[in-house]
Structure formats: C-alpha cells, structure tokens
T-cell receptor, first 107, second 114 residues
Framework: GQNIDQPTEMTATEGAIVQINCTYQTSGFNGLFWYQQHAGEAPTFLSYNVLDGLEEKGRFSSFLSRSKGYSYLLLKELQMKDSASYLCAVRDYKLSFGAGTTVTVRA | DAEITQSPRHKITETGRQVTLACHQTWNHNNMFWYRQDLGHGLRLIHYSYGVQDTNKGEVSDGYSVSRSNTEDLPLTLESAASSQTSVYFC?????????????FGPGTRLTVL
C-alpha cells in the first residue's frame, strides 16, 4: 500500500518562496507527480520525477530522493494566482495521492 | 482541441436511486480512471480501465461500477446511492500503460446524496 504525507496548509507572501514537502512509503515506485488544483477546479499536472534530483520548470521546481522517500515542490516568486492546493502523487502500478497542501499567498 | 468532459457538473439525488456520471475524452487515450475527492482524503481511485472491455477495481470500488464499450467513454454508475457517496468525482485519462504517462483530469462532478 501507499502512505503519502504532506502538510495541510501553508501561507506565504507574494514574491516569496515556499517549499512543500512530501514523504511517502510505498511498496513500489514508478515516479512522483505534483499537481496543482485551484478551488472548484480539476487537478492540473505540474511536474514528474522518477530519478533523484531537481527538475526545474520556470518558477516551479521539484526534487526527489528515492532513498529517503522524500520530495518537495518549490514555488518561487509567488504570485496571487499560485493560491491553490498542491497534490503529491506516487505511482507504483497506480497513482496514489496525498491529501494535498493548501497554499495561501498574501499580498 | 482534444479534451475530457464530465456531465452533469452538479447532481443532487436521493438515497437508493441509481445514478450515472458520464466521462468523455477525445484524446483517444487508452486508459481512463474515476476518482472521488473528499476533504482530508485526497483523491481516491474508484475504478479504472486500460482499454475497451477492460475494467478494474480501485481502492474504494464498493457501490460503484463502470463499463467501457468504446475508447472515448467510461460512465460511472452508483447502483444505489448512499449519503457516504456525497463527494466530488473526477474522471482522468492517460495515453498508454506506460507508468510514466501523465493523467489528465476532467472538470469534476459534484454529487450530493440526500
């Protein structure tokens, strides 16, 4: 089975940096995904890591350490539109999701 | 543009009624999935399909069924709706059985069972 943990809520100021951690325990591993979900909307794909290290996509970066069962999503130069829930998901033969981290960006 | 749609977007029903939620994708994806999302639980997999005539149970499949008669559609049926099935339901699809393939989500259906 899967056990995926991430913080429930985080608050940050516009222009700042926020790091969302995700720890997991899984019976198998075929990659870790991050999704963004605005209130009342569908999750949208942000990033995918299958090898250890940092993947950078503009203002968003995602890091993976398979030996530690750990990932983080880094959001830089925060904007008001980044206020959303961020879902960590781990794949073995299927995709399992954490409960999500709600990020609130304040002016 | 190719897309994934769900209908209805909102549904209110009564306990014991049969309800069917529609999911339609135009990407020609082989894989389709149904999830439910509840506060504190994240997204949980109900059923999934790897192709026409293929269906599989997920982690919370009791009380739900699916059928896959063509590539584009995977309807989700609640045989006898219960209040515990009040939730937001998301359909998703991915191109192939490659485990690295990204899943793309529909807009969701908010179901209330009274």
């Amino acid at each position: 089975g899967q056990n995926i943990d991430q913080p429930t809520e985080m608050t940050a100021t516009e222009g700042a940096i926020v790091q969302i951690n995700c720890t997991y325990q899984t019976s198998g591993f075929n990659g870790l995904f991050w999704y963004q979900q605005h209130a009342g909307e569908a999750p949208t794909f942000l990033s995918y890591n299958v090898l250890d290290g940092l993947e950078e996509k503009g203002r968003f970066s995602s890091f993976l350490s398979r030996s530690k069962g750990y990932s983080y999503l880094l959001l830089k130069e925060l904007q008001m539109k980044d206020s959303a829930s961020y879902l960590c998901a781990v794949r073995d033969y299927k995709l399992s999701f954490g409960a999500g981290t709600t990020v609130t960006v304040r002016a | 543009d190719a897309e994934i749609t769900q209908s209805p977007r909102h549904k209110i029903t009564e306990t014991g009624r049969q309800v069917t939620l529609a999911c339609h994708q135009t990407w020609n994806h082989n894989n389709m999935f149904w999830y439910r999302q509840d506060l504190g639980h994240g997204l949980r997999l109900i059923h999934y399909s790897y192709g026409v005539q293929d269906t599989n149970k997920g982690e919370v499949s009791d009380g739900y069924s699916v059928s896959r008669s063509n590539t584009e559609d995977l309807p989700l049926t609640l045989e006898s709706a219960a209040s515990s099935q009040t939730s937001v339901y998301f359909c998703a699809s991915s191109r192939s059985r490659d485990l690295t393939d990204t899943q793309y989500f529909g807009p969701g259906t908010r179901l209330t069972v009274l």
